[in-house]
């Protein structure tokens, strides 16, 4: 499993991932989202669903381009349990 963390929502309720990390989430079991101390889990059935609204946008670091793949702000209740 993956773990990211997120500064900023966009639009208030999406969460925005490079689609590079939602491939390897994929193939890892899932991504686990942290945003404001609050979690939420991705299971790789929800990763292939992602919406990706953004054509390729240019790396700052590297010459790698990317594009994001974003999902609803869901973040777990304290008394639901995950399975594993």
């Known amino acids: 499993m993956i773990r990211v963390v997120i500064k900023k929502l966009w639009r208030g309720?999406?969460?925005?991932?490079?689609?590079?990390?939602?491939?390897?989430?994929?193939?890892?079991?899932?991504i686990?989202?942290?945003?404001?101390?609050?979690?939420?889990?991705?299971?790789?059935?929800?990763?292939?669903?992602?919406?990706?609204?953004?054509?390729?946008?240019?790396?700052?670091?590297n010459e790698k381009k990317y594009s994001l793949v974003d999902f609803r702000w869901n973040p777990e209740n304290d008394k639901q349990e995950r399975l594993i």
């Open 32 to 61: 686990e989202v942290t945003h404001d101390n609050k979690t939420m889990f991705l299971s790789p059935e929800v990763l292939e669903r992602g919406q990706s609204q953004t054509k390729e946008v240019p790396s700052k670091f």
């Open 13 to 30: 309720h999406m969460v925005s991932i490079r689609d590079y990390i939602v491939k390897s989430g994929i193939q890892s079991g899932g």
